[in-house]
């Protein structure tokens, strides 16, 4: 989106036959300017969430493991940082990015590069939330998922918020949540 309006959309391929995007996984996505019908980058594993910052397009190679930056005026990407899963989902807050990781389905790693780098750093995917500092691109907090959950697909930001907290769908503090009982101490609702 850009000045509310769909502007960058990503395709794992450019073919239009039933489920031939899968050949196509390791580097066979594009980026399009739907503006244009322009494809401004090509090659690309299993992108996903292009985000608008200024000049610059930012988006997941959730094929590669990398939160990856476009500068729209010159092309030149660049990687920012290695993400240990199936990056999806991406937000921004300030000069972070907020983006998530899943696990891989039961054969999707099979022949992509991320698959490669896991190997290489001795790493193994995990689900989760990942907060990468856009200046050097190191990864400064993360939050891990363990149980049920395996993918996640999205992430927002909601601003103003002094005492986040998780609730599961069976648990005690939403129910007090959605009868509108009192929160923790130090925590206020919002005016």
Known sequence: MEGGRAHYVTCCSTSDSVESWRGGRRDGGVLIDIET???????LSMPHSPRVIGETIYFLESGRGALVRLDRQTGKRED????????????????????TISLPRVVAFNGLEVADQMRARGATPWR???IVDLRNGDIVEWLRLEGDVTELFDVGIIENIRC??????????????????????GCQRPQ
């Open 80 to 99: 920012v940082a290695f993400c240990p899963g199936f990056a999806r989902g991406l937000a921004f807050v300030g000069h972070y990015a907020v983006l």
């Open 37 to 43: 019908d322009a494809i401004i980058a090509e090659g």
């Open 164 to 185: 986040p907290r998780g609730l599961g769908p069976h648990s005690p503090e939403l129910a007090e949540a959605m009868r509108g009982e009192e929160m923790e101490e």
């Open 128 to 130: 989760g939330v990942l």
